[in-house]
């Protein structure tokens, strides 16, 4: 048996609202390779499809169309649960027609139906609350325990006094994890927030790759008789727990610029004839494009840098200067549309001069607009042609 384990696609998604979804299309069809190259028999997407709680229309054709062609005409099963960008209704409203492709939308946790299939590679044979059960032309058969990101509201539950979160995830996922049996492959599925092993919560939290207001989950909490447990959430690729088989697989596409080192991954995890995991591989994807937010202090500087830079998405920052041509910065949007961002960032404060509005008179305020927006003072006449106008403004207050 061999799953391809991969999350948070985040469809849909801007950076500095440069909408990647030409991006994204070609990295999903990079997905759907990797799975037919490497025969597959199940996808798991452990959340965060979506950027958003309503993506637009052609995020979602993106999707739809995605996940059919990882479905493989039925005979491979896909399983997607919500993360916390995904509105977990919306997504599990287009259930009813997905069931019958052997794709399974899972929004909150509760049974999971699934449709009759025949003739199939790998086939639903049995369900409960958040957990499916499937069986192989070759006879082998597969649990999968699902719990969508868990939280207070989304699982209908008041938070008592001195309760904690990872007691009560604990809780919520013992319905899906009693699927689990001996006789079978246990795969748990889950989109949170948890920590390595000789790692505390307060250690990972100053790790680079961990963002956000999401309370920690015991990793205790998650070991279980799972055989392997796929978590989304965590943007980058990290093993939480190599003995008990806890993976993040990390994100299809990086979308903030501190994420510049960063390379994307899925996991393809390959079980033995005692459904135990015997091999967990790393496959790079090799589509989504590198951010890289980079400082220069001229125009000349600038382009030296894009000339050699035509492959990576640019946030471009000028320093130390106080004025940037507006035509240049035209110039180089034109030029190099792998530039996504032109910023100006002053000289340091600590460096210039402070001179505030109530210093200046009506008249030196319109000249350091002009200035500072054209690099030349404004000829006499505009001048005059202002206060004028300013006058009768001020007369008709």
């Known amino acids: 048996m061999r799953i391809l384990h991969t999350a948070d696609w985040h469809i849909g998604t801007r950076t500095d609202d440069y909408?990647?979804?030409d991006e994204q299309r070609k990295t999903c069809a990079e997905i759907v390779n990797i799975a037919n190259e490497k025969q597959v028999d199940m996808v798991?997407?452990?959340?965060?499809?979506?950027?958003?709680?309503?993506?637009?229309?052609?995020?979602?054709?993106?999707?739809?169309?995605?996940?059919?062609e990882l479905c493989?005409?039925?005979?491979?099963?896909?399983?997607v649960i919500a993360g916390n960008h995904d509105d977990p209704r919306r997504l599990s409203n287009a259930h009813v027609f997905a069931s019958m492709h052997n794709i399974y939308l899972v929004g909150a946790m509760e049974k999971i139906k699934f449709?009759?299939?025949?003739?199939?590679?790998?086939?639903?044979v049995k369900s409960g609350v958040g957990h499916i059960e499937f069986k192989t032309k070759a006879g082998e058969k597969v649990v999968v325990a699902t719990m969508p990101f868990p939280s207070y509201y989304r699982y209908k539950q008041i938070k008592k006094d001195g309760e904690q979160l990872g007691d009560s995830i604990k809780e919520w996922f013992k319905p899906a994890l009693a699927g689990f049996r001996k006789d079978t492959i246990n795969i748990a599925v889950s989109h949170l927030l948890t920590y390595p092993v000789n790692c505390n919560p307060d250690e990972f939290a100053n790790y680079e790759v961990v963002g956000g207001a999401i309370s920690f989950v015991d990793r205790e909490n998650l070991v279980s008789q799972a055989d392997y447990t796929a978590l989304g959430h965590i943007h980058h690729?990290?093993?939480?727990?190599?003995?008990?088989?806890?993976?993040?697989?990390?994100?299809?596409?990086?979308?903030?610029?501190?994420?510049?080192?960063?390379k994307n991954h899925v996991l393809i995890a390959d079980f033995d004839s005692k459904h135990k995991v015997k091999k967990v591989e790393s496959v790079e994807l090799t589509n989504p494009k590198r951010l890289q937010s980079q400082r220069v202090s001229s125009m000349e500087e600038a382009l030296n840098f894009l000339k050699v830079n035509t492959d990576k998405l640019v946030r471009l920052i000028f320093t130390d200067m106080d004025f940037v041509n507006p035509q240049d910065i035209k110039k180089i949007k034109r030029e190099y549309p792998n530039v996504i961002t032109v910023s100006v960032e002053p000289k340091k404060i600590s460096d210039q001069v402070v001179v505030t509005k109530k210093d200046l008179s009506t008249k030196e305020i319109f000249e350091k607009f002009v200035e500072h927006k054209t690099g030349s003072l404004p000829e006499d006449e505009l001048t005059t042609l202002f206060l004028e106008l300013m006058a009768e403004v001020v007369y008709e207050a």
């Open 72 to 79: 493989n005409d039925g005979n491979r099963p896909v399983i």
């Open 44 to 68: 798991i997407i452990a959340g965060d499809l979506y950027d958003s709680f309503l993506p637009s229309a052609d995020a979602e054709k993106l999707v739809f169309d995605t996940l059919l």
């Open 237 to 262: 690729q990290i093993a939480i727990d190599k003995i008990n088989h806890i993976y993040y697989s990390g994100g299809t596409i990086n979308k903030f610029f501190d994420d510049v080192s960063v």
């Open 19 to 21: 909408l990647r979804l």
């Open 115 to 124: 449709a009759n299939l025949k003739n199939k590679n790998v086939v639903p």
